[in-house]
Structure formats: structure tokens, C-alpha cells
């Protein structure tokens, strides 16, 4: 497996009258063909912005990057004109937003925004192509969705349709940014079986971002964890999952309810994430972290551990 | 506020329920037209019968749509039920006044954001809710200094002790906000607490935290609970009954370990599966 | 989220909110500021065109045309606000009614709504005129009494949907009484389309009392009022321009001004426009 998309020591900043939000702090992440990179954390930890800063999606102002480079397919996306960066999105990376019903054009059919799609990047679109991206995305009766309009879809049904139209020109990456928090939960399953399913039929590399750590226990091949902005821990997720590093990936794990613990207190992490705005010097986690020493003082870099693995911290 | 009361005025026949739904039915017209004519109905209750002794937890489990938050809205009286019979240690529900109902059942809301008036401080959320309590008791309201140290006093309780009572819902975090929320049906003191989706707007670090303030909770305060939630780990923690909904309908019941080390119903099974495995 | 920082980089907002501060200025002032007694007549100076004396010129009577226009604006104003204040007051008050209690009082309500908004409003005005006596109260009276039918729509939708958020189901759930849940947790989320609509409606207030004095039917002569000052103008048109342009002008820019201030806090206060 080769690195389709890497990150290097990005940066973003969200330029505020009261200063900075520094939201995306010096991250570095690959994601290879053919593998789920699932992305955790909790609210505020700057995952989104990450994820759509990569397709460069963030609007600016107010986000501005202030360093690194996003590589994809071995161009710097950063350094791209918005006309080479129109190429890439859609035909070389697809997106699939949180919320299915602000995604598509309430006025278009869905066929109309998929024929769109291949018109915008000047390819043709020969009769039976909408049908059948409609039926890989599994809607069934393709044709009649295709004439129908977003508000006559089901929520599930239109983040099909969402899928489809981020696949209809064959992308290599595929970002999902919190596909199915909009979803009812029973309907999520489906949907994270789809995203499965195109990965291997397409060999695509999906990020998949989601604050939901049990769902990304299931899906995702590799686990990476986002604290206060970066990237604290990083490995395949079983094994992430059964022996994490991060004494914050640790406390996290051990806070969630599980079903054979039975009654009794459920251990907690304390305190509050920092203010990104003024993060702390050395490590985001230092105040909250029950195994701080000194060396916390200096912040710790990602550091390569055994079996693929890598942790942010100097006393894991 | 006195922690520590325990159901002294229970009934001596054990069998008889703090709390007990008998069929309860709940219909939703399905309104169309320009006349806004009812054009069909959606059952959301079809006849759910439920019992909660003092002191108890009830967990209800179950997907959106099966009517549990239905449920529990008809249990705190924000819905009226189109047909059964809701009774508190035997007596229907229509013999208490709105008042009494508050002194007696409160309930928690699944966001915190939604749930508290953000126009309005601390002070006068919490202190309004003390106020009622008063009057079900025949005081007068409390006086400034008095009403600001028994709200702290409540504060205490939620473990957000020395909140600047002039600050706003939205100064705090999400964690906190619930903790306000809870605050706030404590001041009446009430037996029994409708918890509906109590953690799931919240982030995964901020729940258990949720969850054992809640615990605490029960225990000081002799709580009884109705946990509403999808999330069978959740309700695992709180409940030591718990109900499994489908439809508007309860489709199995039981004791939480028994329900989870050998599910009756195949709806039971699907739940359980959808935990991920570490977390079974 | 800085109210006052949208408000002033708003330019509509802002330019009516000036002409407004300073046309409540001019009508406070009015004594201070007129030239002349606006009743006193001087035969020797009628229909005088503008000049240094008389700014505005002088009426048919010789009276100071621009010091009629000013205390003419203490009656438009007086008149906008206290009429506007009596269809807030009705508005509001029946708008949370239907919208809180529901069911078929609510269905009651917007029934009688629906049926006095099928009546043009002007011929409601000059039936009850009719009946009164046609003085400043009654004027103010009845602009209100007719006016309130649209705040009452608005309000009662606004509460609709309140009464099914979380917090007022919270409020209610603690047994609080019916007047704290409707004042306290529903009412301070109405107050942005309740300014506005007033603001809004003070112009249209203006207007109608404009209209109905120029009919004969509002504030009656010799007290001057905008309206009454352009009915005299019509007879002397072609003689003595000034009597007609210069109340149109001031019924123009009041009215305009109002108008832009309620469109300005429509877009500052509504959460949807903000960036």
C-alpha cells in the first residue's frame, strides 16, 4: 500500500478579532490506497477543519494555513491554482458532509447534480452512467431516484445520493466527515457498509472522521487520535483499541460505558480541554495527565513505536 | 435540599408501584392539505404497560422511533396519552395539579443547549425552580441572600460548586450545562427522574462523568429513575430493569444483567450487536 | 454576535435611526425652535413664498408654514407611537394567546384574524370614524384598534414553534405558572420580529393618520398636522407649491426613515443573515 495523501506539519489558524484559534497544530498523517484512516476526537479538537482542509474546503477568512503542505498524488495542494485545484476535487478527492440535507441543491433532480458534476469537469456523462452510480451506491429503483428531487429521499436514501455524487468521477480519496451523525442509528450501519464496500471495489482511501470511537473500532483499518489540535496517537486500530499509548486515547477508552462492566463508578478524564486560542507550551495534555514529569514542559513529537504504530508523548 | 430522604411514605404493600403505565396509547394525526385536515394517523404507542417500584431504575432501550421518548413525555405530563392510564402509587395521574406532578417526577433532556433558556442566568433558572418548591411547601420565596446560598447549595450537589450565579448557559461547556440542567429538577425535589438521551449530545469524556454524577446521584438523594436511551451500554450503567421498545411497543423486559446475558427477543440481539465489540 | 458593531455598519439602519433622533429632537423643540406661533395669522403676509422670514412660506392665513410642519411632527409622532404601542399591545397579547393555548381557541382566533384582515383597513378606519368624534385620540384609537392583526399572525407562528422547544417543556415541567412561562421564556424570544414589525408599523401610522387628516377625518383645524396641511395645499396648487411639497417631503423622509430603521433591524437581529 502506498501513501496516496500525505500531511506534513500543517497548520491551520482561524483568524479571530479576539485572537487566533489555532485549530490544526502542526499535523503530519498519511492515508494509503485502499485503507479507512479513521480520525477521533472529541468536539473542538480541530478534526473537521483538518478534514476539510485537505480539499482546501475551508473558506479563507477566516481559516488561513500557516504552514506545512498537504501532498496528494505528489502535488503540494496548498501551492495549487484554484483552477488545478477544481481538477482534483471531485475527479481526485470526494467528500461526503455530515448533513445530507444542506449537501444537495434542493432545486436540482439528483440526476441533474450528478450530470452536473461530469459537465463541471468537462467529461462526458453517456446515457445509463447516473443509473448506475445510483445502484452502486445501492437506491434501489435508480431510475426513478434519479428524476426525483433531495426532499423526496429519506435521509438515508440522500446521503446515498451524497456518496454517489462524491464517486461519480472516480476519486482515489474519499473524506467522510461525520457521514452518519446526522443519521438515525439504525440507518448507519448501511451507510458505513457502503463506504466499506466502495473502498474495496475502488481501492479507495477513505478518512473517516467521526467522534464516535465505537463506530470507528468497527470501520476503520488504521486509528488516529486528535487532541487540542494535533495528532497524539496513531496505529492500526485493534491495536489502538487493546493497548493504547496515549495516556489521553487510555482515559478516554476507559470513561466509556461497556456492557459486561456492570454497576459501579466509571473512571473519568479531569479538566477541560485547552483554549486553542492560547494553547500551552509542550504538551496540549500536560495539565489534565496523570503521568506528567518535566520533560512535558517540551513539546513531544510524534514518535514511531513498534508494529506501525506512533504516539505524542514522553512518557507513554 | 435534603439528601439522604428515603420513600418512608410508601405504601406497605411492596407490590404496589411508585410508578405504573397501564396500556398506554399515544396517536399522532398526520395533518395534509391546505386545510390542514387530519389525513391518517401514526401509532407511537400501541398499549405499553410498565411498572417502576421506589428506589428502582428503569432503563428504556430502543431506536429512534419506537416511541420511548414518547414515553417518557407522557410520564412528566408533556404529552397527555390518548388512551391507558398513568398512575403514581395508585392513584391516576389526573388527581395531581401540574404543581404536584413537578414535586414529584422532573425530567432531564438529551441537549443541554435546547433545554435551558439562554436569555436567561443562572440565578433565575435555578431560582425559579426553587421558588415552586417553596410554594408546593407553603413558604414564601426565599429571600435574596438565603435563595443564593441554597442555589449554591444545589450547585454543590451537581459538582459545579462556586459558578458565578449572574453567568449565562452558554458560558459553560456542554458537560456543565447538563449538570445545570439536572440542578434545576433537583431544586423541586423530586421521587422520580425521566432521563432522556442524558449523554448523547455530549462529548465520549464528558459522559462518564454524566453517568457517575448520576449514579451519585440516586444514591444521596433516593432517587428513582427512568433512563431513556439507544445506547444499551448507557443504560446498563444506570438501570437495573430495563425495557426494549420496537414500534410503540415493549417487546421485552427483565432484569439489565439477565436482558443482556441472554436476550429473549431477536430485536433484543440486533441492540446488543450494535455495541462494538471492545465495549461488550 | 456584537449587536451594536452589526447595527452600525449598517447603513440603512443607521440612516433612519439618525432622521429619527433627529425629527424626535425637532418635535420636542418645536416651541423652542419655530419661527413664528404656528395658529397666528397675519393677513397682511397669506400665501407668501419662501423666504427668509417664513422658511417654508406662509398659508392662506399667513401662518408660518415651516413652524406648522414642526409641531405638525409632535401630532405624526405622537400619533405613530402611541397607536403603534396600542397594536404591540393587542398584537402580542393575542398572538401569544392563540399560539400558547392552541386548539380551538387558537383556531377561533386566526379565524377572526382571517376575517378582519378581508376588510381593507381604511374603509374599517373611516366606518369607525363614522361613529366618533374625529380628534388625535380617536385617531390613534383606531389606527391601533386595526392594525394589530398582522404582529397578532406573526406572534402567534413565533410561539408555535417556542411552545415546542425543550425549555419551555422544561419551564413547564417545573410547574411554573402559565403568565411566568408565557413572560418569562417565551416572550424575550419574540422581542426582535416585535421591534421590527413595530418600527415598521410606526411609519405605516404616519401614514394612515396622514391620510385621514387629509380627508377631514383625522386631526381637525386649526391645529396643524401633516395631513390637514396638504389638504390646503391641494386647493392652492398651482399658486403656492410650497403648501403641498413641503408636508409630502416631511410624510416622505418620516415615513422612509422608519422604514429603513425596522428593514436595518430585521437584517441585524435576525440570527439567519448573520456571518
Not at chain 2, 429513575?225 to 446498563?236: G, K, N, Q, R, T
Not at chain 3, 435611526?17 to 418635535?27: N, S
Request: charged share 20%; proline share 6%.
Amino acid at each position: 500500500m502506498s501513501d496516496l495523501l500525505t500531511i506534513r506539519s500543517l497548520s491551520v489558524h482561524y483568524r479571530r478579532r479576539d485572537g487566533d484559534v489555532k485549530a490544526v497544530r502542526s499535523v503530519s498523517l498519511d492515508v494509503r490506497a485502499g485503507e479507512t484512516l479513521g480520525l477521533a476526537g472529541e468536539s473542538g479538537c480541530g478534526k473537521s477543519t483538518l478534514a476539510m482542509a485537505i480539499p482546501r474546503l475551508l473558506p479563507q477568512p477566516p481559516a488561513e494555513y500557516a504552514g506545512g503542505k498537504i501532498v496528494f498524488e505528489g502535488r503540494d495542494l496548498i501551492s495549487l491554482s484554484s483552477e488545478e485545484l477544481r481538477q482534483i476535487r471531485g475527479a481526485g478527492i470526494g467528500v461526503v458532509f455530515q448533513d445530507p440535507f444542506s449537501a444537495l441543491n434542493p432545486v436540482l433532480t439528483v440526476g441533474e447534480q450528478i450530470k452536473e458534476a461530469f459537465s463541471a469537469h468537462v467529461r462526458p456523462c453517456p446515457p445509463g452512467t447516473v443509473e448506475d452510480l445510483l445502484s452502486r451506491v445501492r437506491l434501489p429503483d435508480a431510475v426513478r431516484i434519479a428524476r426525483g428531487y433531495p426532499h423526496q429521499l429519506s435521509g438515508g436514501q440522500r446521503q446515498r445520493a451524497v456518496i454517489a455524487l462524491a464517486i461519480a468521477l472516480g476519486p482515489r480519496l474519499l473524506i467522510a466527515d461525520e457521514p452518519t451523525t446526522a443519521l438515525d442509528v439504525t440507518l448507519q450501519g448501511g451507510i458505513l457498509d457502503l463506504l466499506d464496500g466502495l473502498k474495496k471495489e475502488m481501492g479507495l482511501g477513505v478518512l473517516l472522521v467521526s467522534h464516535n470511537i465505537g463506530l470507528l473500532s468497527e470501520r476503520a483499518d488504521r486509528l488516529a487520535v486528535m487532541y487540542a489540535g494535533e495528532i497524539v496517537e496513531v496505529g492500526p486500530a485493534g491495536q489502538v483499541l487493546a493497548g493504547a499509548f496515549h495516556p489521553y486515547t487510555r482515559g478516554l477508552l476507559a470513561s466509556l460505558p461497556r456492557l459486561s462492566a456492570g454497576r459501579g463508578k466509571l473512571p473519568t478524564l479531569a479538566g477541560q480541554p485547552p483554549d486553542l486560542r492560547n494553547p500551552p507550551e509542550g504538551c496540549a495534555f500536560r495539565a489534565r495527565c496523570p503521568r506528567a514529569i518535566p520533560a512535558c514542559g517540551v513539546s513531544p513529537s510524534l514518535g514511531a513505536k513498534e508494529g506501525g504504530r506512533s504516539v505524542a508523548c514522553h512518557n507513554p | 435540599m435534603t439528601p439522604g430522604r428515603r420513600d418512608t411514605e410508601t405504601p406497605g404493600n411492596l407490590k404496589t408501584a411508585m410508578l405504573s403505565l397501564e396500556n398506554i396509547v399515544k396517536i399522532f394525526p398526520v395533518e395534509g392539505g391546505i386545510l390542514r385536515r387530519k389525513i391518517g394517523i401514526v401509532p407511537a404507542l400501541k398499549g405499553v404497560s410498565l411498572r417502576v417500584p421506589a428506589g428502582g431504575s428503569l432503563g428504556i432501550v430502543g431506536e429512534s422511533g419506537s416511541g420511548k421518548t414518547t414515553l417518557g413525555k407522557i410520564v412528566a405530563r408533556h404529552l397527555a396519552a390518548d388512551g391507558g392510564r398513568v398512575l403514581w402509587e395508585g392513584r391516576p395521574h389526573e388527581e395531581f395539579s401540574r404543581r404536584e406532578w413537578a414535586s414529584r417526577v422532573q425530567m432531564v433532556f438529551q441537549d443541554p443547549a435546547a433545554s435551558l433558556n439562554p436569555k436567561l442566568s443562572l440565578r433565575v433558572l435555578l431560582g425559579e425552580a426553587v421558588a415552586v418548591r417553596a410554594q408546593i411547601d407553603g413558604q414564601k420565596g426565599p429571600r435574596r441572600a438565603e435563595r443564593d446560598r441554597r442555589l449554591q447549595a444545589l450547585l454543590d450537589e451537581v459538582g459545579l460548586s462556586g459558578a458565578p450565579l449572574d453567568a449565562y448557559p452558554h458560558q459553560f461547556s456542554s458537560g456543565q450545562r447538563q449538570r445545570l440542567a439536572i440542578a434545576r429538577a433537583l431544586a423541586l425535589r423530586p421521587r422520580l427522574l425521566v432521563a432522556d438521551e442524558p449523554v448523547s449530545s455530549l462529548d465520549l469524556s464528558v459522559q462518564a462523568q454524566i453517568l457517575n454524577l448520576l449514579m451519585d446521584l440516586k444514591d444521596r438523594w433516593g432517587l428513582t429513575y427512568i433512563v431513556i436511551s439507544h445506547d444499551l451500554a448507557v443504560v446498563s450503567r444506570l438501570a437495573d430493569r430495563v425495557a426494549v421498545m420496537k414500534n410503540g411497543e415493549v417487546v421485552e423486559e427483565g432484569e439489565t444483567s439477565a436482558v443482556l446475558a441472554a436476550p429473549r427477543h431477536p430485536y433484543t440481539q440486533t441492540l446488543l450487536d450494535a455495541v462494538p465489540a471492545f465495549l461488550r | 454576535m456584537n449587536l451594536f458593531g452589526r447595527f452600525r455598519r449598517n447603513r440603512g439602519a443607521l440612516t433612519g435611526a439618525t432622521l429619527i433622533l433627529l425629527l424626535f429632537i425637532a418635535a420636542s423643540a418645536a416651541k423652542i425652535m419655530a419661527p413664528h406661533d404656528p395658529l397666528r395669522q397675519e393677513v397682511t403676509s397669506r400665501l407668501q413664498s419662501p423666504s427668509v422670514d417664513h422658511l417654508l412660506g406662509t398659508d392662506d392665513l399667513g401662518r408660518d408654514v415651516f413652524s406648522r410642519i414642526l409641531f405638525g411632527a409632535r401630532v405624526s409622532l405622537e400619533v405613530g407611537v402611541v397607536a403603534v404601542g396600542l397594536m404591540v399591545l393587542i398584537g402580542v397579547a393575542v398572538g401569544l394567546t392563540a399560539g400558547y393555548l392552541g386548539g380551538w381557541v387558537d383556531t377561533a382566533i386566526m379565524r377572526l384574524i382571517d376575517a378582519l384582515l378581508c376588510f381593507p383597513t381604511i374603509f374599517l378606519i373611516l366606518m369607525v370614524i363614522a361613529f366618533v368624534e374625529p380628534d388625535i385620540k380617536n385617531v390613534m384609537a383606531v389606527i391601533g384598534l386595526t392594525s394589530w392583526m398582522g404582529l397578532a399572525r406573526l406572534v402567534r407562528g413565533e410561539v408555535l414553534s417556542l411552545r415546542e422547544r425543550d425549555f419551555v417543556l422544561s419551564a413547564r415541567g417545573l410547574g411554573l405558572s402559565h403568565a411566568r412561562v408565557l413572560l418569562v421564556h417565551i416572550l424575550p424570544h419574540l422581542a426582535s420580529p416585535i421591534l421590527v414589525s413595530a418600527t415598521l408599523g410606526v411609519g405605516s401610522a404616519i401614514l394612515t393618520e396622514s391620510a385621514l387628516s387629509f380627508l377631514g377625518l383625522g386631526v381637525q383645524p386649526p391645529q396643524p398636522s401633516w395631513g390637514n396641511i396638504l389638504t390646503l395645499g391641494k386647493d392652492y396648487m398651482h399658486i403656492a407649491w410650497w403648501l403641498s411639497l413641503f408636508p409630502g417631503l416631511a410624510i416622505l423622509f418620516t415615513v422612509m426613515s422608519f422604514n429603513l430603521l425596522g428593514e436595518g433591524l430585521r437584517d441585524v437581529l435576525d440570527p439567519r443573515t448573520q456571518e
